[in-house]
């Protein structure tokens, strides 16, 4: 027998056992779900039955982005957002989870309802305002939502939850920081928790935002309360 052919045999049988172990050994076995915040709307059960991922799967065809969007739309209010999906090795998938959190809350015009809008205003199922009781929320006042989000007031707050962010509050803080914002022609008016308010400009929403809070921790804090910042 000639050598290329001894070498091609040898070679289509270490391609051959390749694949069988690769096929057998990296096909996923294990699918989890893990919270990066406190999820509410939806049980883990319910995402991985969303997930779908067949018993036959190589860990390495495992579409992430797949996944992502299968997770994201199979819920009402776009409430689930995926954050990461892990594969370990040789069989394991991590499907990394958060809650997109409710922040704002805003009247629906012309109804009773209202929207319980996350900073990136993309959860945006009507509510009663009894559904909404028992959910710390910041109530907007001074605009209302007809059919959509593209409107200025939405823009400068979620110019305003990211000039927090950036400040370095954690989004879950944000409703326990702020209380109220009052909007006008060209100022948005903050009332926090203690009373003291920050006098917004929508023109510059981030840079007014900084200039209050650094105006605010500038004082003692007994200072502080029922005082208004610009």
Known sequence: MKKTTVFSIIFCTVVLAAIVFFGVFFTVKDITVRYDNDVRSVDKQAILS??????QTNIFSVDEKKIKQKIETAFPDNSIEVYQVVRTFPDKVTVVVRE??????????????YVAADKD??????????????????????????????VDGCYQLKDFANALISFGFSVDSLTTFVNSIDFSEDKMLVTIFDGATFSISRDNVQASVVTCLEAYLALPYEQRAGRTFA
Not at 50 to 55: E, F, L, W
Request: proline share 0%; no cysteine; charged share 30%.
């Open 50 to 55: 969303v997930i779908d991922i067949d018993a």
């Open 100 to 113: 997109r959190v409710q922040l704002f809350k805003i009247r629906i015009k012309n109804t009773d309802n």
């Open 121 to 150: 205003f993309r959860r945006s199922a009507a509510h009663s305002e009894s559904d909404l009781a028992d959910i710390d929320l910041i109530v907007v006042r001074g605009f209302d939502i007809i059919d959509s989000f593209a």
